[in-house]
T-cell receptor, first 113, second 111 residues
Framework: KNEVEQSPQNLTAQEGEFITINCSYSVGISALHWLQQHPGGGIVSLFMLSSGKKKHGRLIATINIQEKHSSLHITASHPRDSAVYICAVHPWGTQGGSEKLVFGKGTKLTVNP | DGGITQSPKYLFRKEGQNVTLSCEQNLNHDAMYWYRQDPGQGLRLIYYSQIVNDFQKGDIAEGYSVSREKKESFPLTVTSAQKNPTAFYLC??????????FGPGTRLTVL
């Protein structure tokens, strides 16, 4: 079983819809990242969070440390939001922290006009 | 502009050849990372470096080598010992335990 699981694997939406992508993890972590990968392959960091909620434009990321779960929400989705969204965590190592990331397999989002 | 550059964008290798992928950053980050991405799989860590002249193996280091002679540069060599090197390679950098910034990637194909 992967340490980081994302759902759904694929998601198709109509422009304007509210979108939720979920991430569950099985290890203790110091932080969680949400990343966006466009078809060309480049990756952009959207959020890094360790508690609560962060908002940037139409994107909102939440995390529940006790439940080991995070969600990425996109409000008023647009075709340009079409990309692969990747969840990654910093697991705690035996030394009490780690700079290494463990990645989920990604959620492919397609937003149709 | 601050950022990370990778070159080349596309690279073709004959079996038995070593190839080197370039990664340069001008963000003044201490930490740099190399990841491999295969279809249907999450990114996997090959090597990382927290400081100049020091680097650590990641989860799939076999068949790869790196150097960190300068803070700005972290080249990755894919050796002939890597049995299945065709993949998309991503370099990243960060401050210690901070947000990682990714390069545009290099797509390596073995002919």
């Amino acid at each position: 079983k992967n340490e980081v699981e994302q759902s759904p694997q694929n998601l198709t939406a109509q422009e304007g819809e509210f979108i939720t992508i979920n991430c569950s993890y099985s290890v203790g972590i110091s932080a969680l990242h949400w990343l966006q990968q466009h078809p060309g392959g480049g990756i952009v960091s959207l959020f890094m969070l360790s508690s609560g909620k962060k908002k940037h434009g139409r994107l909102i990321a939440t995390i529940n440390i006790q439940e080991k779960h995070s969600s990425l929400h996109i409000t008023a989705s647009h075709p340009r939001d079409s990309a692969v969204y990747i969840c990654a965590v910093h697991p705690w190592g035996t030394q009490g922290g780690s700079e290494k990331l463990v990645f989920g397999k990604g959620t492919k989002l397609t937003v149709n006009p | 502009d601050g950022g990370i550059t990778q070159s080349p964008k596309y690279l073709f290798r004959k079996e038995g050849q070593n190839v080197t992928l370039s990664c340069e950053q001008n963000l003044n980050h201490d930490a740099m990372y190399w990841y491999r991405q295969d279809p249907g799989q999450g990114l996997r860590l090959i090597y990382y470096s927290q400081i100049v002249n020091d680097f650590q193996k990641g989860d799939i280091a076999e068949g790869y080598s790196v150097s960190r002679e300068k803070k700005e540069s972290f080249p990755l060599t894919v050796t002939s010992a890597q049995k299945n090197p065709t993949a998309f390679y991503l370099c990243a950098s960060s401050i210690f335990r901070g947000e990682q910034f990714f390069g545009p990637g290099t797509r390596l194909t073995v002919l």
